[in-house]
């Protein structure tokens, strides 16, 4: 018997960390794209192809090469470039499967979301969003393109927030945030609007045995999925456990200042200010899996946390991000070890850079100062005079 082949693009990520031995268990043989030279493997069944899959004249030569049965898509796509390649994708494998998010979904609340609730992209009326292509904006486009390309070998799958030992969240704050101040006593800020609001998050482990019992699957074909736990906190419940378990401190903010801090406008507004409660039950009944079978968050958090404080892990530490929630927090980030250029722009960018307005402003201010202090002083000689 001729073993099945899968093809993971981008597939060395959170979710990719165990999704690739979740497929080995199950028969495949895995072929993954990756842009790192350094990723290597013992096992025969499993191989990594060094190219960036995002290239449009090394794409095809690998499609050509591996003649997967399946494809796992974790890249992500401008939607005219997904538009250019979805054709290509579809012709190239008899089952793809895209990554989109649960972050397409518009606000329900109090409803669960489920797979036919209003996306964004249909009901949201701020003009100047949806003159983007922002990341849920981006995805919900790409449905359509797929939905409308005459084919059905694809299903849509939605993950929520994953996490794993290389990718922890709260709010808007990846790892390279959180644990990277944790790890050195400082805290992070957060705003209390979004630590009322109700999120799911759901362990990438449990994501990757439900993208691998839909892998293949026929009733899969023309589908779509949240692939995600019906389990949902507050994220102030989520703050707790990062306080629990590397000792994170929270500093509430309101939710202007925290996004003058960390940006990322749309996705506060659109999402994290949106309470995301899902429904799981498509996605149990197509793969068998129950609910019972997840890993609650907190037990999860705990394991994956305890696994990254072994051996931990920063991917491009954000200097910027950090030194502005330094100036708000009176903190100040270690940078032993750090070159002189890394330091002279964590300072500016903590401190602020002065337009040229400004700087005259001071200037002159600094020399009327000085000349007040002159004529008191003459002043002062003609009486002693």
């Known amino acids: 018997m001729t073993s099945r082949k899968i093809l993971l693009l981008g597939g060395t990520g959170a979710m990719g960390f165990y999704l690739v031995p979740e497929l080995l268990s199950v028969g495949f043989d895995v072929f993954v794209t990756t842009r790192s030279s350094e990723c290597e493997s013992d096992n025969s069944r499993l191989r990594y192809i060094t190219v960036d899959a995002k290239d449009s004249v090394a794409l095809p030569a690998v499609l050509s090469a591996v003649k997967p049965d399946a494809i796992v ?41 489920t797979e036919r609730s209003p ?13 983007t292509d922002e990341y849920a904006l981006a995805k919900a486009r790409q449905e359509d393109v797929l939905r409308a390309c005459g084919r059905e070998n694809w299903t849509i799958l939605r993950p929520c927030i994953t996490y794993s030992r290389y990718r922890f969240q709260l709010g ?18 957060m705003a209390r609007e979004i630590l009322a609001r ?3 998050m759901t362990w990438a482990g449990d994501v990757a045995k439900m993208i691998a019992r839909l892998v293949l699957n026929e009733f899969a074909l023309g589908e779509d999925y949240n692939v995600v736990t019906a389990e949902h906190h507050s994220w102030a419940e989520v703050a707790d456990y990062y306080e629990k378990c590397i000792g994170l401190r929270i500093i509430q903010t309101d939710v202007n200042e925290y996004a003058k801090v960390v940006g990322a406008k749309y996705q506060i507004k659109y999402d994290r200010m949106f309470d995301r409660v899902m429904d799981n039950s498509k996605i149990l009944a197509a793969t068998g899996i129950k609910q019972s079978d997840i890993k609650p968050l ?19 530490p954000n200097l ?47 020399w009327k100062r000085r000349l007040q202090s002159i004529l008191s002083l003459m002043g002062i000689r003609k009486r002693n005079q």
């Open 73 to 113: 898509d974790f890249m992500s796509y401008g939607t005219s470039v997904f538009t250019d390649r979805c054709k290509q994708l579809l012709n190239g494998t008899g089952h793809y499967c895209f990554l989109s998010s649960y972050r397409v979904f518009a606000d329900s609340s109090p409803d669960a979301l």
């Open 119 to 131: 996306r964004l992209l249909d009901v949201c009326g701020d003009k100047a969003y949806l003159a």
């Open 172 to 189: 808007t704050l990846e790892a390279n945030t959180i644990c990277y101040r944790a790890l050195q006593g400082l805290p992070v800020i």
């Open 198 to 200: 109700q999120t799911t």
């Open 298 to 316: 907190r037990g999860g958090l705990e394991m994956e946390l305890c696994e990254f404080q072994s051996a931990p892990y920063f991917q491009y």
């Open 320 to 366: 910027g991000l950090n030194a502005r929630m330094d100036r708000v927090t009176g903190t100040h980030l270690s940078l032993a070890g750090q070159p002189l250029r890394t330091r002279i722009k964590y300072l500016k960018e903590k401190y602020g850079s002065p337009s040229w307005n400004e700087r005259f402003r001071r200037f002159s201010g600094r």
